[in-house]
């Protein structure tokens, strides 16, 4: 039965006059329990999955298949060849026809719905689960929509061009694991698609999204926060200092998304200098989420070299507290009043650390740009993560834009100590060197701000307990 399917399948294809390519007869014969499609746009995907599934729904009773996307106008988009090669077909079988829904007089059908948790946790005793665009789905709807195949033990398709460095899409591709068979298309092995169509792609698109749209390469997500982080890494001298706590890596978690950089290094020759009696850290506080701390000092030229990181959840503050250095001076969330006291009581040189979000970001911001912030390679894995998928929120108007809170908990560790040691130097008038004199080149409103930064930081710095009750 199942060689025979194959055959029709593949007969279907030639009959509505699609040639399938070599990966196309591995999509259908393979019988892939859990399948990646990752191709390139124009690459035959959609196509191959619709026959794919209108041929099972025709052939075997009973079976029903749900087409899921992150809108249902996406995945009414392969709906809508389904129906289209049903309607080349001649019909066949058809019982009920509507806007969604494919229904045979087999009992087979064919659903297609958004994927919104409200509308798919109906559905059970799916046979082939088909999600569209998966590296657009969030991790909780694909979470939602994976039961649905427990007691039938249907198959998974996902299908996609990648979409960043992110979500359940890109974990499955790069550290699933034998969980699932991947078949990956780009641009070049697809016949219908020209050198010269993707030679102009390549000039409209630029470098980095044409990657990702025609040879399948999970790019920085668009829009991250700091798109250049990785140019900060150096690598290690063999010669080079030992961490001076002694505890480098010791108990760290697992680097949160298995992801690795592609490293562009700040300098082939730079040496990280020994330390000095600057030694700096920032820590971000969680439970749940995820307690971050990274750690490291800043040398003759103000350059940041960043050292260590601890990065754990679901562990009480001892355990944190056993792996950070202590000859540092550390910032912290503010909001972390009750842990910074505990840390304090322990020996620990703990300080309030900027929580200014948007000033946070224009400090590391300006660090990256000139060069004074520099990571050793292998120290801080789960802060490069971090940068690779942190990234801005969508927003009509981008002045009023702010990042999505997650894939942030390193990088508000940093946050909080570059923007704390960097405050007066954000805020200082600079000198005209044709003049001599102060000359800001700011505007009104902007002056205002940095007063307003001032009188924020006279309270910032204060210890008067009166104070801190106030602004709680």
Known sequence: MTNKLHETTLGIMR???????PWQVDVITGEHQRLLLNCARQSGKTSVVAVLGLVEALVRPMTRILLLSRSLRQSREMFRLMTHYHEVLGFLSLKRRTAVELEFKNDSRI??????????????????????????????????????????????????????????????WARGGDDWNRIQVTADQCPRITPEFLDQERRALGESWYRQEYFCSFESVEGVVYPDFARCVVPQSSGQWA???????RGQSPVISGQREKIVHASATAHCPPPTANCLGGIDFGFRNPF???????????????TGEHYASQRPLSYHAERLPKKYTWYADPAGANDIAELRHAGFKVQRGVNDLRAGIAAVSARLEDGRLRVLEGRCPNLLAEAGMYRW????????????????????????????????????????????????????????????????????????????????
């Open 15 to 21: 009959t509505l006059r699609l040639t399938p390519d």
């Open 111 to 172: 659903v297609c719905m958004p994927c919104r948790e409200d509308t798919i946790r109906g559905f059970a005793h799916v046979d082939i689960l088909v999600i569209d665009e998966a590296a657009r789905v969030p991790d909780d709807l694909y979470r939602a929509v994976r039961p649905m195949l427990a007691v039938s033990g249907g198959r998974l398709i996902a299908l996609s061009t990648p979409y960043g460095k992110r979500g359940w899409f890109h974990d499955a």
């Open 243 to 249: 961490v001076a706590s002694g505890q480098q890596n």
């Open 292 to 306: 971050a701390a990274v750690w490291g000092h800043l040398d003759r030229d103000d350059v940041l070299w960043l």
């Open 393 to 472: 929120g969508e927003s009509e108007d981008r002045r009023a834009e702010t990042p999505v809170d997650e894939h942030n908990h390193a990088l508000a560790a940093l946050r909080y100590l570059i923007a704390t040691i960097d405050r007066h130097k954000q805020a200082k008038r600079r000198i005209n060197p044709e003049t001599g004199a102060k000359d800001s080149g700011k505007t009104p409103e902007e002056l205002a701000a940095e007063e307003e930064n001032r009188r924020y930081w006279r309270i910032m710095d204060s210890d008067d307990p009166r104070i801190w009750w106030r602004l709680a």
